[in-house]
T-cell receptor, first 116, second 113 residues
Framework: EPEVTQTPSHQVTQMGQEVILRCVPISNHLYFYWYRQILGQKVEFLVSFYNNEISEKSEIFDDQFSVERPDGSNFTLKIRSTKLEDSAMYFC??????????????FGPGTRLTVL | AQKVTQAQTEISVVEKEDVTLDCVYETRDTTYYLFWYKQPPSGELVFLIRRNSFDEQNEISGRYSWNFQKSTSSFNFTITASQVVDSAVYFCALSAYGQNFVFGPGTRLSVLP
């Protein structure tokens, strides 16, 4: 069964460094998402992406964050200058994009980012 | 604005007990979807069920059942005859018409042997 994959599973970085989290959505999906979960807290929406542009973003998704679909398969989240509070689990999700938005978002296994 | 509330932060039960996890949601949209996800200690989000706002039929899948009550804006989840492997954090989520998910704060379920 097709699934969303994410790499790396765990990333450790120093404060101020740039990180890129990678996701490979399910191949026929058209909508892509990033969510964040700080340890012990709920999952929070960061950004959605469709047709090579951001369709919606939350207040968390500030200028330090960017997303890109560099090729036909990858979907990346870049944090330009990491802060301690960026430490979290980052989930990528994708959905087909059926009319009416009735299809389910499928989540990847997550990348745990630790900022030291 | 959309909001999902899971009032139970933590629940502990003994194996074989039944347990119900509560979920109350708020939305002004007439078309929306409700979800339950399980997050085991390994951290991934495991999809359990999706329900659309026009389908209030309850659903049963093995030991799992869901009770959707639109009149009270609730979408509760019951595990019958709980097992140790059911121990996890369970999230209820809401998505209106193809929009991003809004998650509840989660309920940590511990099933003791």
């Amino acid at each position: 069964e097709p699934e969303v994959t994410q790499t790396p599973s765990h990333q450790v970085t120093q404060m101020g460094q740039e990180v890129i989290l990678r996701c490979v959505p399910i191949s026929n999906h058209l909508y892509f998402y990033w969510y964040r979960q700080i340890l012990g807290q709920k999952v929070e929406f960061l950004v959605s992406f469709y047709n090579n542009e951001i369709s919606e973003k939350s207040e968390i998704f500030d200028d330090q964050f960017s997303v890109e679909r560099p090729d036909g398969s990858n979907f990346t989240l870049k944090i330009r200058s990491t802060k301690l509070e960026d430490s979290a689990m980052y989930f990528c999700a994708s959905r087909v994009g059926l009319a009416g938005g009735s299809d389910t978002q499928y989540f990847g296994p997550g990348t745990r980012l630790t900022v030291l | 604005a959309q909001k999902v509330t899971q009032a139970q932060t933590e629940i502990s039960v003994v194996e074989k007990e039944d347990v119900t996890l509560d979920c109350v949601y708020e939305t002004r949209d007439t078309t929306y979807y409700l979800f339950w996800y399980k997050q085991p200690p390994s951290g991934e989000l495991v999809f359990l069920i999706r329900r659309n706002s026009f389908d209030e039929q309850n659903e049963i899948s093995g030991r799992y059942s869901w009770n959707f009550q639109k009149s009270t804006s609730s979408f509760n989840f019951t595990i019958t005859a709980s097992q140790v492997v059911d121990s996890a954090v369970y999230f209820c989520a809401l998505s209106a018409y193809g929009q991003n998910f809004v998650f509840g704060p989660g309920t940590r379920l511990s099933v003791l042997p």
